[in-house]
């Protein structure tokens, strides 16, 4: 069965962690969507400068044909509008997205001790402004972060499953 995964969210949620021992879980791939992005794409964050439409486009359109080109895969990708979740499904159709659901104090308190990370702290509310939820008629789920990442993996499993049915 191929797995094509997106773990979603902004900045600071868990997309990672979550993404990376999700894949290790199911025998797949895992790739960070950070490590996609343009270079033009990080210098623009990293200087605190949230990206545009025309930004975000092509990295997502990459995001969808790295989903595409393997059977196995997990995406660690924002993903924040459900224009850019389209993007990446016109170049991958069968792609399940994992909302992580966190609240705002726990992102800002994570993305100020994350001094390695290009994405500033400063750069929270654009993201939240952002965020639009799965909606009725994508296939995945929202989990909360806030739990057991043991809980957040059998969840995720479990929806994955279920999506296949």
């Not at 949230?50 to 092509?58: C, V």
């Not at 994405?119 to 654009?126: G, I, R, T, V, Y």
Request: charged share 25%.
């Amino acid at each position: 069965m191929s797995v094509r995964i997106v773990v979603m969210g902004p900045s600071g949620c868990g997309k990672s962690t979550v993404g990376s021992a999700l894949a290790e879980s199911m025998g797949a791939r895992f790739i960070d969507g950070d490590d996609l992005h343009p270079l033009t794409n990080v210098e623009k964050m990293a200087a605190g400068i949230p990206l545009d439409d025309a930004d975000r486009m092509p990295w997502l359109r990459t995001v969808g044909a790295t989903l595409h080109g393997e059977d196995r895969i997990v995406i660690a990708c924002s993903a924040l509008r459900r224009r850019y979740r389209d993007a990446i499904r016109e170049e991958s159709p069968d792609t399940f997205f994992v909302e992580l659901v966190v609240d705002r104090a726990t992102l800002e308190a994570r993305l100020t001790q994350r001094a390695e990370h290009f994405m500033p702290a400063s750069l929270l509310d654009s993201q939240l402004e952002t965020l639009e939820s799965l909606q009725d008629g994508e296939a995945g789920v929202r989990v909360s972060a806030s739990l057991a990442l043991d809980e957040e993996l059998r969840l995720i499993r479990e929806a994955v499953q279920a999506s296949a049915l």
